[in-house]
């Protein structure tokens, strides 16, 4: 099945609020727990960039699990960052270690030269120019810098998405529904970001398939 792109930015504000608003745990919190295993020496006084961060669920739980963290978090979407910003109020003692920061790649105004770790979640299958991420991710790391990145991988057929949209979406509010279908049909495949990754001369980086519909980029930088 040929790649479907679908809309880079999610700026209506019904459907951010529809993001915010739903349970993404199950999926969120697994992805903390596989950085944690993947990555298993603690550090401490991290910084971390987190690209395409959306509502903050993510960055909000990566910060909670990891007390040395702190995190500058890039999004284009105002009305997605109107919602990260609420979120991170209601949970004491992050705000001062969670800074969302409105802009698109490349060209966001990031404040750090470079980071130890750089994060992403479900934000490649937006681009319709992919080699944004990677080459934003090589522009501000550096040495052992840690890349962690998770995304949808898309399925053979229309079908099969459709059945894993059933699967793990049939009591979401229908603008779920549609953009987790949109979201599938747009995602790469892991060949396809195993070939993102050699054009990027980031080939050193690992491609896991981590669940039925999601797959990692994880590792380091040398």
Not at 107 to 115: H, K
Request: a negative charge; glycine letters at 6%.
């Amino acid at each position: 099945m040929q790649r479907i792109p679908e809309p880079e930015l999610m700026d209506d504000d019904a459907q951010a609020r529809a993001y915010a608003n739903a349970d993404f745990s199950e999926a969120h919190q697994f992805y903390v727990r596989l950085f944690g295993d993947t990555f298993p020496r603690k550090r401490t006084k991290v910084t971390v960039l987190d690209l395409g961060c959306g509502t903050g669920d993510v960055t909000i739980r990566f910060a909670k699990a990891n007390p040395g963290y702190t995190f500058h978090a890039v999004d284009g979407s105002a009305a997605m960052l109107r919602y990260a910003n609420e979120a991170v109020k209601e949970h004491r003692g992050l705000s001062g270690r969670i800074r969302f920061i409105e802009g698109f790649i490349p060209g966001a105004p990031i404040p750090d030269r470079s980071y130890d770790v750089i994060l992403s979640n479900n934000f490649l299958h937006h681009l319709h120019q992919p080699q944004v991420l990677w080459q934003t991710i090589t522009q501000f790391s550096r040495a052992e810098t840690l890349v962690f990145v998770t995304d949808l991988f898309r399925p053979q057929t229309r079908a099969e998405a459709a059945a894993i949209v059933e699967k793990y979406a049939a009591g979401e509010p229908e603008i779920l529904r549609r953009d987790f279908l949109n979201s599938l049909l747009a995602a790469f495949t892991p060949s396809e970001v195993e070939e993102q990754l050699k054009e990027a001369r980031l080939n050193h980086l690992c491609v896991k398939i981590i669940s039925d519909r999601h797959l990692a980029v994880l590792g380091e930088m040398s």
